[in-house]
């Protein structure tokens, strides 16, 4: 079974640029997460997906953050435009259902200069 | 507010020695801890899980210990190889909260052969 994809893996970008980040889920699995992995902290859950539904945002910066999950499979978050202090490793996971073992792919690192 | 701590940033075992890695938490409404351990450029993968109704769970070489009273976990890796080091994260998550996870800020253990 192939794990959870992400792309690119790194990135960087000038500040007050945008950036787009993809992930790819395991198959089957209906809901999605994305986390924020500051450089010395643990991962910080920015949105969860049930399907293409938003389950919890609040968390998500959205004057500069957005999410979107079309189609209840793949899903990009995107950063607009982005600030120093978003330098960081995204993490997207998923998992059949809610509250069920979370499975992460490999992070996108995103350094802001 | 740190909901999930781990006090050490770092610990340092001998291999086949016994490595005992602890994690405190202040919210009485979790009901569900897990363990993810995580090698460099790569996602947290999921070690070992333990729900608040037991004390302990145990897979292989790894065994988890909770003690609720005292708001503690522990997760025991005997022997403890080389390939064992890595950051390991505790998380936790509450019913009710649609499956989010909040992370410690991580351990990172060396085990020296």
């Known amino acids: 079974e192939a794990g959870v994809a992400q792309s690119p893996r790194y990135k960087i970008i000038e500040k007050r640029q945008s950036v787009a980040f993809w992930c790819n889920p395991i198959?089957?699995?209906?809901?999605l997460y994305w986390y924020q992995q500051i450089l010395g902290q643990g991962p910080k859950l920015l949105i969860q997906?049930?399907?293409?539904?938003?389950?919890?945002d609040s968390q998500l910066p959205k004057d500069r953050f957005s999410a979107e999950r079309l189609k209840g499979v793949d899903s990009t978050l995107k950063i607009q435009p982005a600030k120093l202090e978003d330098s960081a490793v995204y993490l997207c996971?998923?998992?059949?259902?809610?509250?069920?073992?979370?499975?992460f792919g490999p992070g996108t690192r995103l350094l802001v200069l | 507010d740190q909901q999930v701590k781990q006090n050490s940033p770092s610990l340092s075992v001998q291999e086949g020695r016994i490595s005992i890695l602890n994690c405190d938490y202040t919210?009485?409404?979790?009901?569900?801890f897990l363990w993810y351990k995580k090698y460099p450029a790569e996602g947290p993968t999921f070690l070992i899980s333990?729900?608040?109704?037991?004390d302990k769970n145990e897979d292989g070489r790894f065994t988890v210990f909770l003690n609720k009273s005292a708001k503690h976990l522990s997760l025991h890796i005997v022997p403890s190889q080389p390939g064992d080091s890595a950051v390991y994260f505790c998380?936790?998550?509450?019913?009710?909260?649609?499956?989010?996870?909040?992370f410690g800020k991580g351990t990172k253990l060396s085990v020296k052969p």
């Open positions: 333990i729900s608040s109704i037991k």
């Open positions: 997906f049930q399907n293409n539904g938003v389950v919890d």
């Open positions: 198959s089957g699995h209906a809901t």
């Open positions: 998380a936790a998550h509450y019913g009710g909260s649609q499956g989010n996870l909040i």
């Open positions: 919210n009485s409404m979790f009901d569900y």
């Open positions: 996971a998923s998992s059949r259902g809610q509250q069920e073992t979370q499975y």
